[in-house]
Protein backbone atom coordinates (compact mmCIF):
# COMPACT_ATOMS: atom_id res chain seq x y z
CA UNK A 1 0.00 0.00 0.00
CA UNK A 2 1.15 3.17 -1.11
CA UNK A 3 1.89 6.39 1.06
CA UNK A 4 -1.12 8.73 1.02
CA UNK A 5 -0.59 12.57 0.83
CA UNK A 6 -3.56 12.87 2.54
CA UNK A 7 -5.14 11.51 6.13
CA UNK A 8 -7.86 12.65 8.44
CA UNK A 9 -6.67 10.50 11.12
CA UNK A 10 -2.57 9.65 11.10
CA UNK A 11 -2.36 7.05 14.33
CA UNK A 12 1.14 6.24 15.05
CA UNK A 13 2.09 2.65 16.66
CA UNK A 14 0.88 -0.91 15.55
CA UNK A 15 0.33 -2.15 19.33
CA UNK A 16 -2.73 -2.51 21.23
CA UNK A 17 -3.33 1.53 22.11
CA UNK A 18 -2.54 2.60 17.91
CA UNK A 19 -5.25 -0.36 16.74
CA UNK A 20 -7.48 -0.17 19.20
CA UNK A 21 -7.78 3.20 18.53
CA UNK A 22 -8.27 2.88 14.92
CA UNK A 23 -10.87 0.27 15.18
CA UNK A 24 -13.32 2.18 17.93
CA UNK A 25 -12.68 5.40 15.78
CA UNK A 26 -13.86 4.19 12.62
CA UNK A 27 -16.96 2.39 14.33
CA UNK A 28 -17.69 5.27 16.34
CA UNK A 29 -17.63 7.42 13.44
CA UNK A 30 -19.65 5.68 11.17
CA UNK A 31 -22.33 4.74 14.00
CA UNK A 32 -23.05 8.71 14.38
CA UNK A 33 -23.37 8.74 10.48
CA UNK A 34 -20.10 10.27 10.19
CA UNK A 35 -18.48 7.44 7.92
CA UNK A 36 -17.04 9.74 5.57
CA UNK A 37 -15.01 11.19 7.62
CA UNK A 38 -13.09 7.74 8.76
CA UNK A 39 -10.25 8.16 6.91
CA UNK A 40 -7.50 6.64 8.91
CA UNK A 41 -4.00 5.05 8.60
CA UNK A 42 -2.08 3.53 11.07
CA UNK A 43 1.86 3.93 10.45
CA UNK A 44 4.30 1.38 12.31
CA UNK A 45 8.22 1.44 11.71
CA UNK A 46 8.23 -2.02 11.66
CA UNK A 47 5.51 -4.88 11.70
CA UNK A 48 2.05 -4.56 13.57
CA UNK A 49 3.00 -5.99 16.72
CA UNK A 50 7.13 -5.41 16.20
CA UNK A 51 7.14 -3.31 19.80
CA UNK A 52 5.82 -4.11 23.35
CA UNK A 53 2.76 -5.21 22.81
CA UNK A 54 4.46 -8.24 20.54
CA UNK A 55 6.59 -9.51 23.52
CA UNK A 56 3.81 -8.43 26.67
CA UNK A 57 3.56 -11.63 29.15
CA UNK A 58 -0.86 -10.76 28.39
CA UNK A 59 -1.62 -10.59 31.82
CA UNK A 60 -4.90 -8.68 32.10
CA UNK A 61 -5.87 -8.12 35.86
CA UNK A 62 -8.23 -5.56 37.94
CA UNK A 63 -5.43 -5.89 40.74
CA UNK A 64 -4.73 -2.29 41.26
CA UNK A 65 -4.75 -0.61 44.64
CA UNK A 66 -5.69 3.12 42.68
CA UNK A 67 -9.27 3.71 42.71
CA UNK A 68 -9.25 4.68 39.05
CA UNK A 69 -6.71 2.24 37.39
CA UNK A 70 -9.44 -0.16 38.53
CA UNK A 71 -12.56 1.57 36.81
CA UNK A 72 -9.97 1.44 33.32
CA UNK A 73 -9.01 -1.69 34.00
CA UNK A 74 -12.67 -2.81 34.39
CA UNK A 75 -13.83 -1.65 31.25
CA UNK A 76 -10.72 -3.22 29.35
CA UNK A 77 -11.47 -6.51 30.70
CA UNK A 78 -15.22 -6.02 29.41
CA UNK A 79 -13.15 -5.14 25.82
CA UNK A 80 -11.14 -8.22 25.88
CA UNK A 81 -14.66 -10.40 26.92
CA UNK A 82 -16.42 -8.66 24.07
CA UNK A 83 -14.84 -11.08 21.50
CA UNK A 84 -12.31 -13.94 23.07
CA UNK A 85 -11.84 -15.41 20.09
CA UNK A 86 -10.84 -12.56 18.03
CA UNK A 87 -8.69 -11.55 20.97
CA UNK A 88 -7.05 -14.97 21.83
CA UNK A 89 -8.36 -14.09 24.97
CA UNK A 90 -8.15 -16.54 28.15
CA UNK A 91 -10.42 -15.72 30.67
CA UNK A 92 -8.93 -17.76 33.46
CA UNK A 93 -8.96 -14.97 35.94
CA UNK A 94 -6.54 -13.82 38.33
CA UNK A 95 -4.66 -13.82 42.39
CA UNK A 96 -2.72 -11.43 44.20
CA UNK A 97 -1.41 -13.66 46.51
CA UNK A 98 0.09 -11.14 49.48
CA UNK A 99 1.92 -10.81 52.38
CA UNK A 100 0.78 -9.08 55.88
CA UNK A 101 2.85 -5.81 55.15
CA UNK A 102 0.32 -5.67 51.72
CA UNK A 103 -3.09 -7.05 53.26
CA UNK A 104 -4.38 -3.51 54.01
CA UNK A 105 -3.93 -2.43 50.56
CA UNK A 106 -5.27 -5.52 49.14
CA UNK A 107 -8.56 -5.45 51.41
CA UNK A 108 -9.28 -1.89 50.14
CA UNK A 109 -8.17 -3.22 46.33
CA UNK A 110 -11.40 -6.13 47.55
CA UNK A 111 -13.91 -3.47 48.47
CA UNK A 112 -13.77 -1.16 46.00
CA UNK A 113 -13.92 -4.05 43.48
CA UNK A 114 -16.99 -5.17 45.33
CA UNK A 115 -18.16 -1.80 44.80
CA UNK A 116 -18.00 -1.63 41.24
CA UNK A 117 -19.37 -4.96 40.54
CA UNK A 118 -16.48 -6.57 39.56
CA UNK A 119 -16.32 -10.42 41.40
CA UNK A 120 -13.93 -11.61 43.69
CA UNK A 121 -12.72 -13.75 46.79
CA UNK A 122 -11.24 -12.57 49.61
CA UNK A 123 -9.31 -15.02 51.77
CA UNK A 124 -7.64 -13.43 55.00
CA UNK A 125 -5.12 -15.43 57.37
CA UNK A 126 -2.01 -17.81 56.71
CA UNK A 127 -3.93 -20.89 57.54
CA UNK A 128 -7.00 -20.11 55.53
CA UNK A 129 -4.78 -18.48 52.81
CA UNK A 130 -3.10 -21.81 52.77
CA UNK A 131 -5.95 -23.93 52.68
CA UNK A 132 -7.49 -22.41 49.96
CA UNK A 133 -4.18 -22.54 48.04
CA UNK A 134 -4.30 -25.97 48.59
CA UNK A 135 -7.35 -26.44 47.38
CA UNK A 136 -6.11 -25.07 44.08
CA UNK A 137 -2.70 -26.80 43.94
CA UNK A 138 -2.11 -29.91 46.27
CA UNK A 139 1.68 -28.84 46.15
CA UNK A 140 1.45 -25.39 47.26
CA UNK A 141 4.47 -24.15 49.66
CA UNK A 142 4.54 -21.07 49.37
CA UNK A 143 5.60 -18.72 52.94
CA UNK A 144 4.70 -15.14 54.44
CA UNK A 145 1.21 -15.24 52.55
CA UNK A 146 -1.89 -13.71 54.43
CA UNK A 147 -4.27 -12.90 52.13
CA UNK A 148 -5.41 -14.09 48.39
CA UNK A 149 -7.27 -12.09 45.76
CA UNK A 150 -9.18 -14.15 43.99
CA UNK A 151 -10.34 -12.43 40.75
CA UNK A 152 -13.07 -14.74 38.99
CA UNK A 153 -12.87 -12.39 35.49
CA UNK A 154 -9.09 -11.71 34.12
CA UNK A 155 -7.01 -13.80 32.64
CA UNK A 156 -4.42 -13.34 29.76
CA UNK A 157 -4.45 -13.05 25.82
CA UNK A 158 -1.45 -14.74 22.99
CA UNK A 159 -0.25 -11.04 22.52
CA UNK A 160 0.38 -11.76 18.47
CA UNK A 161 -2.99 -13.31 18.09
CA UNK A 162 -4.59 -10.91 19.96
CA UNK A 163 -3.05 -8.31 17.46
CA UNK A 164 -3.33 -9.90 14.68
CA UNK A 165 -7.88 -10.32 15.76
CA UNK A 166 -7.47 -6.56 16.18
CA UNK A 167 -5.52 -5.18 12.81
CA UNK A 168 -8.31 -7.60 11.37
CA UNK A 169 -10.92 -5.64 13.32
CA UNK A 170 -9.25 -2.19 12.09
CA UNK A 171 -8.94 -3.21 8.45
CA UNK A 172 -12.84 -4.03 8.49
CA UNK A 173 -13.85 -1.38 9.85
CA UNK A 174 -11.77 0.89 7.06
CA UNK A 175 -8.42 1.87 8.60
CA UNK A 176 -5.55 1.40 6.85
CA UNK A 177 -2.09 0.03 8.21
CA UNK A 178 1.18 0.85 6.82
CA UNK A 179 3.88 -1.19 7.96
CA UNK A 180 7.80 0.06 7.59
CA UNK A 181 6.49 3.37 7.54
CA UNK A 182 9.35 5.66 9.95
CA UNK A 183 7.61 8.80 11.49
CA UNK A 184 10.60 11.50 11.41
CA UNK A 185 8.92 14.37 12.68
CA UNK A 186 5.95 16.75 12.61
CA UNK A 187 5.32 20.03 10.19
CA UNK A 188 2.65 22.52 12.34
CA UNK A 189 0.14 24.87 10.78
CA UNK A 190 0.96 28.36 10.05
CA UNK A 191 0.69 31.05 13.62
CA UNK A 192 -0.95 27.53 14.77
CA UNK A 193 0.62 25.05 17.39
CA UNK A 194 -1.41 22.03 15.93
CA UNK A 195 -0.36 19.41 13.71
CA UNK A 196 -0.60 19.99 9.79
CA UNK A 197 1.53 16.80 8.60
CA UNK A 198 3.12 13.90 9.52
CA UNK A 199 6.27 13.60 8.25
CA UNK A 200 7.96 10.52 7.61
CA UNK A 201 10.63 8.49 5.92
CA UNK A 202 8.60 7.80 2.40
CA UNK A 203 6.90 11.31 2.68
CA UNK A 204 4.64 13.46 3.82
CA UNK A 205 1.03 13.22 5.23
CA UNK A 206 -1.22 16.06 5.41
CA UNK A 207 -3.68 15.49 8.42
CA UNK A 208 -6.34 16.74 10.82
CA UNK A 209 -5.76 14.54 14.17
CA UNK A 210 -2.88 12.76 14.99
CA UNK A 211 -2.93 9.88 18.32
CA UNK A 212 0.39 8.94 19.03
CA UNK A 213 0.66 5.09 20.74
CA UNK A 214 4.08 4.39 20.44
CA UNK A 215 4.79 2.41 24.25
CA UNK A 216 8.42 2.70 24.87
CA UNK A 217 8.86 5.21 21.97
CA UNK A 218 6.96 7.66 23.76
CA UNK A 219 9.81 9.76 25.05
CA UNK A 220 10.89 10.32 21.11
CA UNK A 221 7.79 11.41 19.47
CA UNK A 222 7.51 13.95 22.81
CA UNK A 223 10.94 15.78 22.11
CA UNK A 224 9.38 15.47 18.37
CA UNK A 225 6.32 17.90 19.74
CA UNK A 226 8.56 20.18 21.58
CA UNK A 227 7.15 19.29 25.14
CA UNK A 228 8.71 19.88 28.40
CA UNK A 229 11.34 17.34 29.54
CA UNK A 230 10.32 17.88 33.19
CA UNK A 231 7.14 18.58 35.02
CA UNK A 232 6.51 20.08 38.34
CA UNK A 233 4.44 17.79 40.72
CA UNK A 234 2.55 19.25 43.62
CA UNK A 235 3.09 17.14 46.23
CA UNK A 236 0.94 15.56 49.15
CA UNK A 237 2.73 17.62 51.65
CA UNK A 238 1.46 20.40 49.39
CA UNK A 239 4.49 21.45 48.38
CA UNK A 240 5.65 22.18 44.74
CA UNK A 241 8.61 19.48 43.21
CA UNK A 242 10.10 21.06 40.17
CA UNK A 243 11.74 19.52 37.98
CA UNK A 244 10.94 16.14 37.50
CA UNK A 245 11.81 14.00 34.60
CA UNK A 246 9.21 13.30 32.53
CA UNK A 247 10.10 10.12 31.59
CA UNK A 248 12.29 7.19 32.79
CA UNK A 249 12.91 3.34 31.87
CA UNK A 250 12.69 0.07 33.51
CA UNK A 251 14.00 -3.27 32.53
CA UNK A 252 10.87 -5.46 32.58
CA UNK A 253 12.36 -9.15 33.58
CA UNK A 254 10.23 -12.10 32.04
CA UNK A 255 11.13 -15.88 30.86
CA UNK A 256 9.66 -19.12 29.72
CA UNK A 257 10.11 -22.40 31.72
CA UNK A 258 10.50 -25.39 29.04
CA UNK A 259 7.87 -27.71 30.42
CA UNK A 260 4.40 -28.50 29.04
CA UNK A 261 1.92 -25.76 30.02
CA UNK A 262 -0.34 -28.60 31.32
CA UNK A 263 2.07 -28.79 34.72
CA UNK A 264 0.44 -25.94 36.11
CA UNK A 265 -2.85 -27.62 35.96
CA UNK A 266 -4.88 -27.34 39.37
CA UNK A 267 -6.27 -30.30 41.31
CA UNK A 268 -8.70 -31.06 39.04
CA UNK A 269 -7.46 -30.91 35.65
CA UNK A 270 -8.32 -27.37 34.50
CA UNK A 271 -5.90 -24.36 33.47
CA UNK A 272 -4.77 -21.90 36.53
CA UNK A 273 -5.78 -18.37 37.23
CA UNK A 274 -2.76 -16.36 36.18
CA UNK A 275 -1.08 -15.91 39.58
CA UNK A 276 0.96 -13.43 41.47
CA UNK A 277 3.12 -13.98 44.45
CA UNK A 278 4.55 -11.44 46.85
CA UNK A 279 6.05 -12.23 50.04
CA UNK A 280 8.84 -10.94 52.44
CA UNK A 281 9.57 -14.62 53.40
CA UNK A 282 13.59 -15.19 52.39
CA UNK A 283 13.98 -16.55 49.23
CA UNK A 284 17.06 -18.96 48.29
CA UNK A 285 18.05 -20.61 45.52
CA UNK A 286 16.45 -23.60 44.24
CA UNK A 287 20.10 -24.18 42.42
CA UNK A 288 22.70 -23.56 44.92
CA UNK A 289 20.30 -22.52 48.26
CA UNK A 290 22.29 -19.44 48.88
CA UNK A 291 19.88 -16.32 49.94
CA UNK A 292 19.14 -14.53 47.02
CA UNK A 293 16.72 -11.25 48.98
CA UNK A 294 14.96 -11.48 52.21
CA UNK A 295 13.47 -8.17 50.98
CA UNK A 296 10.09 -7.87 50.01
CA UNK A 297 9.58 -9.86 46.09
CA UNK A 298 7.06 -10.56 43.79
CA UNK A 299 6.83 -12.54 40.73
CA UNK A 300 3.93 -13.32 38.35
CA UNK A 301 3.40 -16.92 35.94
CA UNK A 302 1.09 -18.39 34.10
CA UNK A 303 0.86 -21.58 31.65
CA UNK A 304 1.01 -20.53 27.95
CA UNK A 305 0.72 -22.19 25.09
CA UNK A 306 2.01 -19.54 22.91
CA UNK A 307 5.50 -20.00 24.57
CA UNK A 308 4.91 -23.68 25.29
CA UNK A 309 5.68 -23.58 28.67
CA UNK A 310 5.52 -21.41 31.97
CA UNK A 311 5.78 -17.94 31.08
CA UNK A 312 5.89 -15.02 33.57
CA UNK A 313 8.16 -12.03 35.39
CA UNK A 314 9.42 -10.46 38.79
CA UNK A 315 10.21 -6.77 39.65
CA UNK A 316 11.63 -5.02 37.16
CA UNK A 317 14.72 -3.10 37.72
CA UNK A 318 15.59 1.31 36.96
CA UNK A 319 17.51 1.43 33.54
CA UNK A 320 20.26 3.91 35.45
CA UNK A 321 21.28 5.51 31.68
CA UNK A 322 20.11 9.10 31.22
CA UNK A 323 17.07 8.96 30.06
CA UNK A 324 17.84 10.71 26.59
CA UNK A 325 20.84 8.32 26.20
CA UNK A 326 19.05 5.15 26.43
CA UNK A 327 18.61 3.36 23.18
CA UNK A 328 15.41 1.76 22.53
CA UNK A 329 16.22 0.22 19.59
CA UNK A 330 16.58 -2.68 18.95
CA UNK A 331 14.20 -3.51 20.75
CA UNK A 332 13.50 -6.28 23.07
CA UNK A 333 15.22 -9.34 22.91
CA UNK A 334 17.02 -7.79 20.03
CA UNK A 335 18.69 -5.57 22.16
CA UNK A 336 22.46 -5.96 23.11
CA UNK A 337 21.80 -4.14 26.39
CA UNK A 338 18.32 -4.43 27.81
CA UNK A 339 17.10 -8.29 27.80
CA UNK A 340 16.60 -10.14 31.44
CA UNK A 341 19.35 -10.20 33.26
CA UNK A 342 21.29 -14.08 34.50
CA UNK A 343 20.01 -13.33 38.03
CA UNK A 344 16.45 -13.23 36.78
CA UNK A 345 16.56 -16.78 36.05
CA UNK A 346 17.73 -18.19 39.51
CA UNK A 347 15.31 -15.89 40.75
CA UNK A 348 12.42 -16.88 38.97
CA UNK A 349 13.18 -20.47 38.49
CA UNK A 350 13.38 -20.43 42.78
CA UNK A 351 10.61 -18.23 43.50
CA UNK A 352 8.47 -21.01 40.95
CA UNK A 353 10.10 -24.10 43.45
CA UNK A 354 9.18 -21.59 46.65
CA UNK A 355 5.61 -21.78 45.51
CA UNK A 356 5.37 -25.13 44.14
CA UNK A 357 7.27 -28.28 44.92
CA UNK A 358 6.40 -29.52 41.10
CA UNK A 359 9.36 -26.40 40.32
CA UNK A 360 11.88 -28.05 42.29
CA UNK A 361 14.85 -28.80 40.49
CA UNK A 362 12.95 -27.24 37.56
CA UNK A 363 15.32 -24.58 36.54
CA UNK A 364 17.64 -26.68 34.46
CA UNK A 365 14.63 -26.17 32.09
CA UNK A 366 14.45 -22.11 31.72
CA UNK A 367 14.65 -21.49 28.34
CA UNK A 368 18.31 -19.80 28.24
CA UNK A 369 17.07 -17.18 25.32
CA UNK A 370 17.31 -13.31 25.56
CA UNK A 371 14.01 -11.77 27.02
CA UNK A 372 12.15 -8.80 28.56
CA UNK A 373 11.94 -5.02 26.92
CA UNK A 374 12.08 -1.84 28.63
CA UNK A 375 9.51 0.66 29.35
CA UNK A 376 9.05 3.96 29.23
CA UNK A 377 7.46 5.34 32.80
CA UNK A 378 5.88 7.96 33.77
CA UNK A 379 6.83 10.32 36.99
CA UNK A 380 4.42 8.53 38.67
CA UNK A 381 4.45 5.66 37.24
CA UNK A 382 0.71 5.68 35.79
CA UNK A 383 -0.49 6.73 32.19
CA UNK A 384 -0.52 10.18 30.65
CA UNK A 385 -3.95 10.60 28.21
CA UNK A 386 -3.78 13.65 26.89
CA UNK A 387 -4.51 16.01 23.92
CA UNK A 388 -1.09 18.47 23.25
CA UNK A 389 -0.95 20.84 20.29
CA UNK A 390 -4.29 21.20 19.75
CA UNK A 391 -5.24 17.83 17.39
CA UNK A 392 -2.41 15.21 18.95
CA UNK A 393 -3.74 12.85 21.46
CA UNK A 394 -1.11 11.29 23.27
CA UNK A 395 -1.24 7.86 24.36
CA UNK A 396 1.57 7.20 26.81
CA UNK A 397 0.90 3.72 29.17
CA UNK A 398 3.62 4.15 31.25
CA UNK A 399 4.08 0.04 30.80
CA UNK A 400 0.64 -0.86 31.37
CA UNK A 401 -0.57 -0.93 27.91
CA UNK A 402 -0.77 -5.12 26.61
CA UNK A 403 -3.43 -5.38 29.23
CA UNK A 404 -5.94 -1.98 28.98
CA UNK A 405 -7.48 -2.71 24.79
CA UNK A 406 -10.28 -0.47 26.34
CA UNK A 407 -7.99 2.89 26.23
CA UNK A 408 -8.47 2.93 22.56
CA UNK A 409 -12.30 3.08 22.83
CA UNK A 410 -12.35 5.78 25.00
CA UNK A 411 -9.63 7.49 23.25
CA UNK A 412 -12.21 7.33 20.23
CA UNK A 413 -15.31 8.81 21.83
CA UNK A 414 -12.86 11.26 23.00
CA UNK A 415 -12.19 11.95 19.48
CA UNK A 416 -15.52 12.08 18.54
CA UNK A 417 -16.42 14.42 20.67
CA UNK A 418 -17.77 12.25 24.32
CA UNK A 419 -15.22 13.37 27.15
CA UNK A 420 -14.43 9.95 28.92
CA UNK A 421 -15.22 10.25 32.63
CA UNK A 422 -12.41 7.34 33.25
CA UNK A 423 -9.40 9.41 31.38
CA UNK A 424 -9.71 12.27 33.35
CA UNK A 425 -7.72 11.29 36.07
CA UNK A 426 -5.22 10.46 33.60
CA UNK A 427 -4.54 13.90 32.29
CA UNK A 428 -0.94 15.66 32.32
CA UNK A 429 -2.47 18.24 34.73
CA UNK A 430 -2.83 15.93 37.55
CA UNK A 431 0.83 16.58 38.38
CA UNK A 432 0.67 20.74 38.83
CA UNK A 433 -2.49 19.96 40.76
CA UNK A 434 -1.71 17.67 43.22
CA UNK A 435 -4.18 15.37 42.03
CA UNK A 436 -1.80 12.06 42.14
CA UNK A 437 -2.90 8.43 42.74
CA UNK A 438 -2.38 6.74 46.00
CA UNK A 439 1.30 4.52 46.05
CA UNK A 440 0.89 0.91 47.49
CA UNK A 441 3.35 -0.91 49.72
CA UNK A 442 3.80 -3.39 46.35
CA UNK A 443 7.53 -4.12 44.93
CA UNK A 444 6.44 -3.38 41.42
CA UNK A 445 6.03 0.35 40.52
CA UNK A 446 3.07 -0.78 38.45
CA UNK A 447 0.81 -1.83 41.43
Known sequence: MSLPSKARYVIIGGGIHGLSTAYHLATK???????????????????????????????????????????????????????????????????????????????????QQKAIGYGSTFI?????CAKYMKGLFHDWQAKGITSVLHEKPGGYANNMASLKGLSAKATSAGARILENVAVTGFEYGHNSRAIAAV????????????????????????????LPRTVSIKGRDGKI???????????????????????????????????????????YSDKTGQLITSDLWGIYYKPDFHF????????????????????????????????????????????????????EGAHVKYHEEKSGGIGCFTPDSFPVFDVFRDNCYVIADSNHGYKMIGVGELVAAEIAGERSGLLEPFRLSRYAEGKLHPVSKSPFPWS
Open 29 to 111: LKAKGRGSEADIIVLDKGTVGSGASGIACGVVRNNYFQPAMRELMAHSVRVWESDTEAYSYHPVGYMQISPEVMHDDVATIYE
Open 124 to 128: EGEAD
Open 199 to 226: LTDQGRIECDYVVIGAGPWVRDFWTMLD
Open 241 to 283: HADIPMWRFWQLEEGVLGVDPGFLATNDGKMPPVIHVDTDAPL
Open 308 to 359: NGIQGGAMPYKVETPVDKVAIDPYGPQSPEFVSSPEFADMWTSALAFCHKRF
